[in-house]
């Protein structure tokens, strides 16, 4: 059974960092990508950053970048969002999901989910 586990949310202040991770388990990984997305209220689900399982491309949508860094340590089957200078407008419930192969941008096309960890960013 696959299972995807998020931790590291929580609130800080704006310019603050958070560092999230993403525990996989289940099953192997190599051919997969895995991605970040995150909702606020009210709003749709949104990409975020995404990174080739085997390869180590990385992915981000230009609201992101330059600010968050996604990266994996296959060892440990775990992936990670670095989150630094945070802007109120980062709060939202982040996700972690995988893919196999390629990434992609939709939710839609992501096989597993994780359960979601809170991010807030107070001004």
């Known amino acids: 059974q696959v299972q995807l586990v998020e931790s590291g949310g929580g609130l800080v202040q704006a310019g603050g960092s958070l560092r999230l991770s993403c525990a996989a388990s289940g099953r192997t990984f190599s051919r997969y990508t895995m991605g970040w997305f995150r909702q606020a209220p009210g709003k749709e689900r949104e990409f975020v950053a995404a990174?080739?399982?085997?390869?180590?491309?990385?992915f981000y949508v230009d609201s992101v970048k330059g600010r968050f860094t996604i990266s994996s340590d296959n060892a440990k089957n775990t992936a990670y969002l670095q989150m630094n200078s945070l802007k109120p407008e980062d709060t939202a419930v982040y996700y972690c999901?995988?893919?196999?192969?390629?990434?992609?941008?939709?939710?839609?096309?992501?096989?597993?989910w994780g359960q979601g960890t809170q991010v807030t960013v107070s001004s």
């Open positions: 990174i080739n399982w085997s390869g180590g491309s990385t």
């Open positions: 999901a995988a893919r196999k192969l390629a990434y992609s941008v939709y939710p839609g096309s992501y096989e597993y």
